[in-house]
């Protein structure tokens, strides 16, 4: 394309560089001259954000006629034989990801102008979204290990700080510091991962790893005596664990709803659309060492199954906006884990990029509807909506029917192919897992439309104050909305063969024949149309279609029905309410057993022996002698002169010893 | 002639260590630099003895002529309070004296066990040598760069020392030629009306 | 013929800087006191000038003066790197000296001789060139110290700093000419030659090589030879301790890597075992006796001393990446010291030194951006990433380990925890006590102020991007050995 000319121009390195280095510069800006900037300072990360949408696009398009890269741009550091690269890989994979990741990136950033217009902190939003959008492309680009838990890192610091933007509210406080802590907890495990390849492999290189990958397949390490394991597996589940916590499956999933204490600019961004996506860019990007480990890619499996059903149904007795669609983000990751535990790599990246637009979408309409109704975020007392905001109106709808899985939207696609593999997965728990993603198709769409109904159609419930202002978000708003509208309709369908079915992504994944299942429903591929009429013949299908009904009987027909089944159904709900207990028992066992553990180490441990005795006791003893040893220095010259005179004979007499 | 020359050189060195000697132990500070100046002339007559004239009068000339006279001249200005110098001497005298044997002993071991490699002896002078040809040439190509630099160092210590010493005192009176030469008949003489205003 | 043995082309830089000086010294005669600018500008393009002649130099290699000079990848990267310290230093002093009426030529002009010693010093490969380049960078220092004269602090210091020197300079010399007596030559070289049958158990080569590093140590400024530096840094001007801290530490360590390198390697198991020694004591020393100073500049050359010890690690490793490291240590620490007393510089105006830690309180509510720049400073010599001092210390642990003195590596490591004791100290009191009502520093000096800014700022940068530098300092040492 004419556009893109002069960039050929360019060598390829240039290239791949700026992509992370223009948001960089993006926040940068905004960052150090916000002060100055004050509400103009949008324009530097959003101009940077958009040139690296614009290299990414170019990118993809290079890839697709075949110009790859893999390589090191600039060695930081060299410890050892350990050296640090700064390096990348640009294939299928990476391209898909740098689009996704920027395109995301860019409606954001172009939203957060009108919501957060009013903002105190309106300089260090974007500088801070910018620096996130930096940080998730190093992740995707990278090349080695090192490179990645940067971004991983970076990313997660990020997220915490978003998380924590209004940081005068108590509750956004102990939010962003569950998630921090939460995946501390995961990065934990990611780490020994990364220190066992490394010591398995001497190397953090991908390729170096990759291709040591087929070596290590007999080899055994002994954690528990008696009980030899594959290195492989180890090394898999340590790297998905963590996955686990930055994609949010049980039980490292805790932090995900509490993040929505963020601006909902940064739950679309990273709670839902980009970030919490990069595990499963992980675990696709590693699928050379997945598919060495049947027990590896189980667990990954059944994990990613519990997820997509029971995260789910939380998310029908949840009464915030916000934390509804974080249930249903929840859900989908489960989806997505579940792919990659069939070895359906492909269907994995394509859910996460039809998931992305929708799931952003879902959550910036979600975001104009919030800031409609003067912050207000309980479902409960909207209603009605409808009439006041139509373009939020109907890119909400397109958003809902693609989560829910309906012809034609995206969602369908990449879901059903998700479904489709697991069902043809041989793996231990696949047929479980099979049971439950289908389950799971119901009570997604039965959420969806509960939130759908209740928000946009009804009796306004909210008082009269809100009533008056009403009215349809400006363009800088809606205007993202409807590009990702688009997508949201039209990704599935055009990228279902290239990108879901693996013909594009192939070169970048690694799948074992026996476990191939995206190669047996390739097999009988009879094209998408033939796919669509299918779906319309399966089980989710018309599971997702009864779940609209049931919604529309509950919530727009039958307004008694949900509190009678509530009655009914009074333990079920109450379990959920409580959402299986996870947090209770988080509560009640690491936060109250560390805070006991803490003190007892606080006052025993802290207090008495290092503080007592070590630091002020050492403190003391180096006070002393450096007050003693300052009065040598008398200010004499012959004293000087002497202690130099001392030190040469004390040489001198060394050597005679040593050798006498 | 070897056997005189051999006399002399013993008769030169014992000198020259004696005055060394006394140079440091010496209460006086005008006797020190006096046997200083002895210990050079001494040297001196040893760099004769080797051939080597041109050193040994360069060494008469510069050290003797120039700088142990302003040394003197130094000494004699200040007012040295021995007393107050040997303040502290015995208090340090047995560390320092010590140390002092225990390096000494150790450079004597040292030098016992392992003898300086000897250089041979030069061979005999031709005639018509000229010393101060020979070093001029020497001086000039080989060792170049060390002359130039010891040169350079030479006039970092002229810099230094009249830039440290050197000071303008605004009381002082001194001449100013320029300006009377340049002055004018007019600066010179002004003419003043004694008269005062007539009454 | 004779011109072939001669070279001089070689030694341009060097010319270049000693016809400079003189110009310089003759300009600033004719020049009035109001147009003392002259003489300054003259001299910053000397240095500028010094910089491109030896940048234009490099990749070349080969001796002139008859094998007494020695040009080499070290000798170009060592000669740019106290060429640039030098301008960094006469940049940042501009306005101290003019408020101190010692805006004079000849402080320029020593400050160029002390540049021509150190560029002697680092090209040298003979023992007389070497004592000569240390004299006459020495003698230059002499005099810089006690140049305020009507300063009775600055006078004794100078004074303090001649005298030992001079008995420094008299144990160096005592073992060149044990080394010449041993090996018969002057020629570094033919030294490396001769020691091959010599061996390190002749009592005679010990004897030299104790005397050697002795000298080597106190003009490093290595415990226990230190005892000169602490007055001496506090008493002179801080331009010229500027100077002191940063210059002279590579050219020492070209003296080094020349006597000890060059010419005797074959007793790296002498000097090796000595070394070992000054850094337990200069790490020691260093770092605790900082925590009790008051005086910044005292502190900081006390942290000299423990940052000497630092470096002087790397040298005990021996092997090509550790002198390498050692190399990359000297040309970091000189950098980080100039910072240091750059702001000190900055900071100060008649009247008034801002040497006293307590003369920072506050400092960030009254100039916040110095503030900033301090805790970069600061951060880069407690060795806290991501700066470069971070950087320098972990690549000396590293040739260190890498030759297993691991014992030595973990002191050096718990010692560096007890040096950012008191740089963090530093810190405190400039960033959260409340500022004193009666301070006021110097009125803004925007060139003191930017080369401060791009020089702290280097240090982060640096830290983040060090690849380049590490390359050239790592490879300035290719074929040493």
């Given at each position: 394309m004419w556009i893109f000319d002069w960039l050929h121009g360019l060598p390829p390195i240039w290239v791949y560089l700026l992509i992370p280095l223009a948001p960089l510069a993006g926040s940068l800006v905004a960052g150090l001259g916000g002060w100055f900037l004050r509400e103009r300072a949008h324009w530097a990360p959003i101009a940077g954000v958009a040139f690296a949408l614009y290299l990414a696009i170019f990118v993809l398009l290079q890839v697709l006629h075949g110009q790859t890269f893999y390589g090191n741009v600039y060695t930081w550091a060299v410890f050892g034989n350990l050296p640090v690269h700064i390096g990348f890989d640009i294939d299928s994979l990476t391209a898909v990801m740098l689009v996704v990741v920027t395109f995301v990136s860019l409606c954001v950033h172009v939203y957060t102008i009108g919501y957060m217009h009013d903002d105190p902190g309106y300089a260090r939003f974007f500088s801070y979204i910018a620096l996130f959008t930096f940080s998730m492309l190093m992740l995707v680009m990278a090349n080695n290990f090192l490179q990645l838990f940067f971004g991983w890192e970076a990313v997660g610091l990020v997220s915490y700080l978003l998380i924590g933007f209004w940081f005068t509210r108590e509750s956004a406080n102990q939010a962003s510091l569950k998630a921090f802590l939460v995946n501390r907890v995961g990065d934990f495990g990611f780490l020994i991962g990364i220190a066992a390849i490394y010591h398995y492999c001497g190397s953090l290189d991908y390729r170096t790893v990759f291709a040591m990958v087929p070596s290590l397949v007999g080899q055994t390490v002994t954690i528990i005596p008696g009980h030899p394991w594959s290195v492989l597996t180890w090394i898999a589940i340590l790297l998905f664990i963590g996955a686990m916590g930055k994609s949010a499956q049980v039980p490292l999933h805790v932090w995900l709803p509490e993040s929505m204490e963020g601006p909902t600019p940064i739950s679309a961004l990273i709670h839902a659309a980009t970030m919490v996506t990069a595990g499963i860019f992980m675990v696709s990007r590693m699928s050379p060492i997945y598919e060495q480990s049947a027990t590896a890619l189980s667990v990954i499996l059944i994990i990613g199954a519990i997820t997509a059903l029971f995260m789910g149904l939380i998310g029908l007795v949840q009464n915030d906006i916000k934390r509804i669609?974080?249930?249903?983000?929840?859900?989908?990751?489960?989806?997505?884990?579940?792919?990659?535990?069939?070895?359906?790599?492909?269907?994995?990246?394509?859910?996460?990029?039809?998931?992305?637009?929708?799931?952003?979408?879902?959550?910036?309409?979600?975001?104009?509807?919030?800031?409609?109704?003067?912050?207000?975020?309980?479902?409960?007392?909207?209603?009605?909506?409808?009439?006041?905001?139509?373009?939020?109106?109907?890119?909400?709808?397109?958003?809902?029917?693609?989560?829910?899985?309906?012809?034609?939207?995206?969602?369908?696609?990449?879901?059903?192919?998700?479904?489709?593999?697991?069902?043809?997965?041989?793996?231990?728990?696949?047929?479980?897992?099979?049971?439950?993603?289908?389950?799971?198709?119901?009570?997604?769409?039965?959420?969806?439309?509960?939130?759908?109904?209740?928000?946009?159609?009804?009796?306004?419930?909210?008082?009269?104050?809100?009533?008056?202002?009403?009215?349809?978000?400006?363009?800088?708003?809606?205007?993202?909305?409807?590009?990702?509208?688009?997508?949201?309709?039209?990704?599935?369908?055009?990228?279902?063969?290239?990108?879901?079915?693996?013909?594009?992504?192939?070169?970048?994944?690694?799948?074992?024949?026996?476990?191939?299942?995206?190669?047996?429903?390739?097999?009988?591929?009879?094209?998408?149309?033939?796919?669509?009429?299918?779906?319309?013949?399966?089980?989710?299908?018309?599971?997702?279609?009864?779940?609209?009904?049931?919604?529309?009987?509950?919530?727009?027909?039958?307004?008694?029905?949900?509190?009678?089944?509530?009655?009914?159904?009074?333990?079920?709900?109450?379990?959920?309410?409580?959402?299986?207990?996870?947090?209770?028992?988080?509560?009640?066992?690491?936060?109250?057993?560390?805070?006991?553990?803490?003190?007892?180490?606080?006052?025993?441990?802290?207090?008495?022996?290092?503080?007592?005795?070590?630091?002020?006791?050492?403190?003391r003893l180096v006070a002393r002698a450096a007050l003693s040893w300052r009065r040598l220095q008398t200010g004499y010259i012959y004293h000087y002169a002497f202690v130099m005179i001392i030190g040469l004979v004390l040489f001198m007499t060394y050597f005679m010893i040593w050798r006498g | 002639m070897m056997l005189t020359t051999t006399i002399l050189f013993y008769v030169f060195s014992a000198i020259l260590l004696v005055s060394a000697l006394l140079v440091i132990t010496a209460r006086n500070p005008v006797y020190s630099a006096l046997y200083l100046v002895l210990a050079f002339f001494n040297a001196a007559a040893l760099f004769l003895l080797l051939g080597a004239e041109f050193l040994g009068l360069i060494l008469i000339l510069v050290y003797v002529g120039a700088v142990m006279v302003l040394f003197l001249f130094v000494v004699m200005m200040l007012d040295i309070n021995l007393e107050r110098l040997k303040e502290g001497f015995l208090r340090y005298l047995p560390l320092g004296l010590a140390i002092a044997i225990v390096g000494v002993l150790e450079m004597v071991a040292v030098f016992w066990t392992a003898p300086i490699g000897r250089v041979p002896a030069p061979g005999p002078i031709p005639a018509n040598a000229d010393n101060t040809r020979a070093l001029g040439e020497l001086l000039y190509t080989h060792y170049l760069y060390p002359f130039e630099i010891a040169a350079v160092i030479l006039l970092v210590a002229i810099i230094a020392a009249i830039a440290l010493t050197l000071r303008r005192r605004p009381d002082t009176k001194s001449q100013a030629v320029g300006k009377q030469v340049a002055v004018a008949v007019r600066e010179r003489l002004r003419m003043v009306d004694l008269r005062g205003p007539k009454p | 013929m004779q011109n072939a043995l001669f070279h001089w082309s070689f030694a341009i830089p060097e010319i270049w800087v000693l016809a400079m000086a003189c110009v310089v010294l003759l300009v600033d005669v004719f020049v009035g006191e109001r147009q003392r600018d002259v003489a300054y500008v003259l001299s910053i393009f000397t240095l500028l000038a010094a910089m491109a002649l030896t940048w234009s130099q490099m990749g070349q290699t080969g001796f002139a003066f008859f094998g007494q000079f020695h040009l080499d990848p070290f000798t170009s990267i060592a000669s740019f790197f106290v060429e640039l310290l030098s301008l960094l230093v006469l940049s940042y002093s501009r306005k101290y000296l003019l408020r101190r009426s010692l805006y004079r030529g000849e402080v320029f002009v020593l400050l160029l001789f002390a540049l021509l010693g150190a560029l002697i010093l680092i090209s040298g490969a003979n023992l007389l060139i070497l004592y000569l380049g240390l004299e006459l960078l020495a003698l230059s220092q002499y005099a810089l110290v006690a140049f305020q004269r009507g300063n009775l602090r600055a006078t004794e210091a100078g004074l303090k700093y001649f005298i030992l020197g001079a008995l420094a300079s008299a144990l160096l010399l005592y073992g060149m000419s044990l080394l010449y007596g041993l090996t018969g030559t002057l020629d570094l070289h033919q030294i490396a030659i001769a020691l091959v049958n010599v061996g390190s158990a002749n009592y005679l080569l010990m004897l030299a090589v104790v005397f050697l590093v002795a000298g080597i140590a106190f003009k490093f400024g290595a415990a226990p030879f230190h005892m000169w530096l602490p007055d001496a840094y506090q008493g002179a001007p801080t331009p010229v301790t500027l100077f002191m801290s940063s210059v002279p530490k590579i050219a020492i360590f070209a003296l080094f890597l020349r006597i000890l390198v060059d010419g005797g390697y074959g007793s790296i198991e002498i000097w090796r075992q000595l070394f070992v020694a000054l850094v337990v004591v200069s790490l020691v020393i260093g770092n605790v006796v900082a925590i009790a100073q008051t005086n910044l500049k005292r502190m900081l050359a006390y942290s000299t001393v423990g940052n000497m010890g630092f470096l002087a690690l790397g040298i005990v490793a021996g092997t090509q990446n550790g002198l390498a490291s050692a190399f990359f240590y000297a040309v970091v620490y000189a950098f980080m010291a100039t910072a240091a007393f750059g702001l000190i510089v900055y900071l100060s105006r008649e009247g008034f030194e801002a040497e006293e830690i307590s003369d920072l309180r506050g400092l960030v509510r009254t100039r916040p951006w110095a503030a900033f720049l301090l805790l970069i400073i600061m951060f880069s010599l407690a060795g806290v990433p991501p700066t470069i001092g971070f950087y320098a210390k972990l690549a000396v642990f590293q040739a260190l380990i890498e030759a297993h003195f691991i014992w030595l590596a973990v002191f050096g490591v718990l010692m560096a925890v007890v040096g950012a004791f008191y740089y963090l100290r530093v810190l405190k009191v400039a960033l959260f006590d409340a500022p004193a009502e009666d301070l006021a520093y110097g009125a803004d000096d925007p060139l003191a102020a930017s080369v401060l800014t791009v020089n702290s700022l280097a240090l982060l940068i640096l830290g983040i991007v060090p690849g380049a530098l590490v390359a050239f300092c790592y490879h300035a040492l290719q074929g040493v050995l």
């Open positions: 669609i974080a249930y249903s983000t929840l859900s989908q990751l489960g989806y997505m884990t579940a792919a990659l535990g069939a070895s359906a790599f492909s269907a994995a990246i394509f859910h996460l990029m039809t998931h992305a637009f929708f799931k952003a979408l879902l959550f910036l309409a979600a975001g104009s509807v919030i800031h409609a109704m003067q912050n207000e975020q309980d479902i409960r007392k909207m209603g009605g909506l409808r009439a006041h905001m139509p373009i939020t109106y109907l890119t909400f709808l397109v958003g809902g029917l693609a989560l829910s899985g309906i012809p034609p939207f995206a969602g369908f696609f990449s879901k059903d192919l998700i479904i489709e593999a697991v069902g043809e997965s041989s793996l231990t728990g696949a047929t479980f897992a099979y049971v439950l993603l289908v389950l799971g198709a119901l009570v997604t769409a039965l959420y969806t439309f509960r939130m759908f109904f209740l928000v946009f159609h009804g009796k306004k419930r909210m008082d009269e104050h809100t009533q008056e202002h009403l009215h349809e978000s400006p363009w800088v708003i809606t205007a993202p909305l409807i590009a990702l509208a688009i997508p949201s309709l039209l990704a599935g369908w055009f990228f279902i063969a290239p990108v879901g079915l693996g013909a594009f992504l192939d070169s970048s994944l690694q799948i074992r024949a026996q476990w191939n299942t995206i190669g047996e429903i390739a097999a009988h591929w009879q094209g998408t149309g033939a796919f669509l009429v299918h779906g319309l013949e399966s089980w989710p299908f018309w599971l997702a279609i009864l779940g609209i009904a049931l919604a529309a009987w509950f919530y727009l027909l039958h307004d008694g029905v949900p509190a009678a089944l509530n009655r009914l159904l009074a333990p079920f709900t109450w379990v959920l309410r409580k959402k299986y207990g996870f947090d209770a028992f988080n509560q009640l066992v690491f936060v109250q057993g560390a805070l006991l553990l803490g003190r007892r180490f606080w006052h025993w441990g802290d207090e008495a022996i290092i503080d007592g005795g070590m630091v002020n006791g050492s403190a | - | -």
